[in-house]
T-cell receptor
Framework: DTEVTQTPKHLVMGMTNKKSLKCEQHMGHRAMYWYKQKAKKPPELMFVYSYEKLSINESVPSRFSPECPNSSLLNLHLHALQPEDSALYLC??????????????FGAGTRLSVL | KQEVTQIPAALSVPEGENLVLNCSFTDSAIYNLQWFRQDPGKGLTSLLLIQSSQREQTSGRLNASLDKSSGRSTLYIAASQPGDSATYLCAVGWGFSGGSNYKLTFGKGTLLTVNP
């Protein structure tokens, strides 16, 4: 099973709402990633968790709050977002180590619209 | 700062043609390089990963090469099919020994259309 599952697939929220994105994998991967992708642009790394600890934060605004409750689950909590935060949010996971272990497996993404 | 460039931005070919996609990067201190495919509105699918010590990697009709010293990689697709139509993204992996600081920097992609 090489599947990364993201929910919801689509999300519309107002600027005062609080919502969460969820990502789940059962491949035994100990690295999990959040990316943001705007239309016709490449994915941009937001956060990296390694062994359930935040290891990389790419200077993301605090209105995005990641959480890794266990080795299979990754959440992204959203609060007071701006319309420019509308994008496809992608989750990925991989093993930690050398060689082919670094292959990242991506979910289908959550399409977020902020009104 | 690592920058990744992909040429061409878009490519349209007839079915059956062999084609080459190009990727270049500015900092040769990379750990590996990955090629991904993305269908419209979807997530990414990993195609090939080349480690920095390798020169090429093959999977089916796909062959990726890496020249780390010159900062270049190519993805060769043989006998293209309409189902190959997608955006192809090159991503450079870098950080400390592939550990907890490992991360990918992506190019903007090449939009490939294979016409029947």
């Amino acid at each position: 099973d090489t599947e990364v599952t993201q929910t919801p697939k689509h999300l519309v929220m107002g600027m005062t709402n609080k919502k969460s994105l969820k990502c789940e994998q059962h491949m035994g991967h100990r690295a999990m990633y959040w990316y943001k992708q705007k239309a016709k642009k490449p994915p941009e790394l937001m956060f990296v968790y390694s062994y359930e600890k935040l290891s990389i934060n790419e200077s993301v605004p605090s209105r995005f709050s990641p959480e890794c409750p266990n080795s299979s689950l990754l959440n992204l909590h959203l609060h007071a977002l701006q319309p420019e935060d509308s994008a496809l949010y992608l989750c990925a996971s991989s093993h930690i180590g050398q060689g082919q272990k670094n292959i990242q497996y991506f979910g289908a993404g959550t399409r977020l619209s902020v009104l | 700062k690592q920058e990744v460039t992909q040429i061409p931005a878009a490519l349209s070919v007839p079915e059956g043609e062999n084609l080459v996609l190009n990727c270049s990067f500015t900092d040769s201190a990379i750990y590996n390089l990955q090629w991904f495919r993305q269908d419209p509105g979807k997530g990414l699918t990993s195609l090939l990963l080349i480690q920095s010590s390798q020169r090429e990697q093959t999977s089916g009709r796909l062959n990726a090469s890496l020249d780390k010293s010159s900062g270049r990689s190519t993805l060769y697709i043989a006998a293209s099919q309409p189902g190959d139509s997608a955006t192809y993204l090159c991503a450079v992996g870098w950080g400390f020994s592939g550990g907890s600081n490992y991360k990918l920097t992506f190019g903007k992609g090449t939009l490939l259309t294979v016409n029947p």
